[in-house]
C-alpha cells in the first residue's frame, strides 16, 4: 500500500525559508509523477509544482517559479520542497501526492494522482 507522509511545514516570517518533505512507502514502479499541492479554506487545491521521477523533468506555477524548488532523493524514497522568499500568500495546507505515469500528465490538476499524504500546515506571517 502507497503511503505519503509530509513534513517540514511551520511558522516563518516573510522572506524566510522552510523545507518541506515526502516520504514514499510501498512505491514499487521506478518512475512516477510527484506533485506538490497547496489548499486554503474555502479555495481549490493549487499545484505547485511537480516532478517526474524518470528523467527529473519539473514543473512549477507561475506564483512560485524562482522561489520554489522540487527534488527527489531517490536513495531515501523521498521529495522535497525548498521554500524561499516566502510570502504570506503562500500560506496554506501543503499536500505531496504521487501516481504512477510515463511522464506524461497534467501535473496541475488533482485527479491526476492517486495517492496524497496528510498534508502539512505552512503560515507565513508579514
Known amino acids: 500500500q502507497v503511503q505519503l507522509v509530509e513534513s517540514g511545514g511551520g511558522s516563518v516570517q516573510a522572506g524566510g525559508s522552510l523545507r518541506l518533505s515526502c516520504a514514499v512507502f510501498?512505491?514499487?514502479?521506478?518512475?512516477?509523477?510527484m506533485g506538490w499541492f497547496r489548499q486554503t479554506p474555502g479555495k481549490e487545491r493549487e499545484g505547485v509544482a511537480a516532478?517526474?521521477?524518470?528523467?527529473?523533468?519539473?514543473y512549477y506555477a507561475d506564483s512560485v517559479k524562482g522561489r520554489f524548488t522540487i527534488s527527489q532523493d531517490n536513495a531515501k524514497n523521498t521529495l522535497h520542497l525548498q521554500m524561499n522568499s516566502l510570502k504570506p500568500e503562500d500560506t496554506a495546507m501543503y499536500y505531496c501526492?504521487?501516481?504512477?505515469?510515463?511522464?506524461?500528465?497534467?501535473?496541475?490538476?488533482?485527479?491526476?494522482?492517486?495517492?496524497w499524504g496528510q498534508g502539512t500546515q505552512v503560515t507565513v506571517s508579514s
Open positions: 516532478i517526474y521521477t524518470g528523467d527529473g523533468s519539473t
Open positions: 510501498g512505491y514499487s514502479y521506478s518512475s512516477y509523477c
Open positions: 501526492a504521487a501516481t504512477y505515469c510515463n511522464g506524461r500528465w497534467r501535473w496541475k490538476f488533482e485527479w491526476e494522482y492517486n495517492y
